[in-house]
T-cell receptor, first 110, second 117 residues
Framework: DGGITQSPKYLFRKEGQNVTLSCEQN?????MYWYRQDPGQGLRLIYY???????QKGDIAEGYSVSREKKESFPLTVTSAQKNPTAFYLC?????????FGPGTRLTVT | AQKVTQAQTEISVVEKEDVTLDCVYE???????LFWYKQPPSGELVFLIRRNSFDEQNEISGRYSWNFQKSTSSFNFTITASQVVDSAVYFC??????????????FGQGTTLQVKP
């Protein structure tokens, strides 16, 4: 089936550790996005990539890094510099001005 | 400024009632897209509808309908004869087409709808 997969669904880390969230799509979409969702809030854009080997910062990029080595994959690394990393992270890809979302990863840092 | 406002934080209705979720947007662009997404408890965002700024025709899809009014910058969503399975968080969002735009979505805060049996 075509779609977007994110793994794992739940992730727990100790403060000070970097952690990488996976996002894979087989929709053949050029553009991919990472959003962060905090309780009671809408989604905020972290990073996006419109083509392989190119990506741009979104509204809240500080403390995060990404790579786009393959069209299908857009992993997000939450670094120890991110002050409040506990959140729900959603990956999306798009074509023709419609974005499709993965199931999300809930990250808890203690 | 480009912004989406969903003033209703939470709505609670009893099954079979009709319910309208409000969405007001701000933009100076003349070309844009408006979206509604549903987020059930599982967390995944489910695409419901996209409407472009040049098409003000209202749309109906089963129990769902959307009322787009450029004069009031609103894109409201009505669920008719609500069901328990409609319980979710609903997001309204805005984006802009064109090569100079990123395609990113600007989201409202979301409205949590609870439908009680």
């Amino acid at each position: 089936d075509g779609g977007i997969t994110q793994s794992p669904k739940y992730l727990f880390r100790k403060e000070g550790q970097n952690v990488t969230l996976s996002c894979e799509q087989n929709l053949n979409h050029d553009a991919m996005y990472w959003y962060r969702q905090d309780p009671g809030q809408g989604l905020r854009l972290i990073y996006y990539s419109q083509i392989v080997n190119d990506f741009q910062k979104g509204d809240i990029a500080e403390g995060y890094s990404v790579s786009r080595e393959k069209k299908e994959s857009f992993p997000l690394t939450v670094t120890s510099a991110q002050k409040n990393p506990t959140a729900f992270y959603l990956c999306a890809s798009s074509a023709k001005n419609e974005q499709y979302f993965g199931p999300g990863t809930r990250l808890t840092v203690t | 400024a480009q912004k989406v406002t969903q003033a209703q934080t939470e709505i609670s209705v009893v099954e079979k009632e009709d319910v309208t979720l409000d969405c007001v947007y701000e933009t100076r662009d003349t070309t844009y897209y408006l979206f509604w997404y549903k987020q059930p408890p599982s967390g995944e965002l489910v695409f419901l509808i996209r409407r472009n700024s040049f098409d003000e025709q209202n749309e109906i899809s089963g129990r769902y309908s959307w009322n787009f009014q450029k004069s009031t910058s609103s894109f409201n969503f009505t669920i008719t004869a609500s069901q328990v399975v409609d319980s979710a968080v609903y997001f309204c969002a805005l984006s802009f087409p064109g090569s100079s735009n990123t395609g990113k979505l600007i989201f409202g805060q979301g409205t949590t709808l609870q439908v009680k049996p």
